[in-house]
């Protein structure tokens, strides 16, 4: 079992930055890939970047492509997200999902395991 803990959120105003931080607890970081994932209220939770197990390969949402960008410390089982430039529309909870895939699937948020609680983000103008 695997417990995941996001922070780093709060309130920014429009052109601002965040950065995002989620600690895994009680498994094998390394054995994962680590996803970020936002829900606007009203709205379905939608992908944001992930991660693969070694780092080596990422992937963004083409809203947050250039703005946004995923990494992770495998020695401090963290994985972030920076957030640069951000928009109204950014504002949102985020969550961290843990997931056993590789690469395939890596957008789909029912291959994810295990779920943080989410951090409040919140873009004003």
């Known amino acids: 079992q695997v417990q995941l803990v996001e922070s780093g959120g709060g309130l920014v105003q429009a052109g601002g930055s965040l950065r995002l931080s989620c600690v895994a607890s009680?498994?094998?970081?390394?054995?994962?890939?680590l996803g970020w994932f936002r829900q606007a209220p009203g709205q379905e939770r939608e992908f944001v970047g992930f991660?693969?197990?070694?780092?080596?390969?990422?992937d963004h949402a083409d809203s947050v492509k250039g703005r946004f960008t995923i990494s992770r410390d495998n020695a401090k089982n963290t994985v972030y997200l920076q957030m640069n430039n951000l928009l109204p529309e950014d504002t949102g909870v985020y969550y961290c999902?843990?997931?056993?895939?590789?690469?395939?699937?890596?957008?789909?948020?029912?291959?994810?395991?295990?779920w943080g609680q989410g951090t409040q983000v919140t873009v004003s103008t």
């Open positions: 991660i693969s197990r070694n780092g080596g390969n990422t």
């Open positions: 999902g843990a997931t056993t895939v590789v690469w395939s699937s890596r957008r789909s948020e029912l291959y994810y395991l295990y």
């Open positions: 009680g498994g094998t970081f390394r054995n994962y890939g």
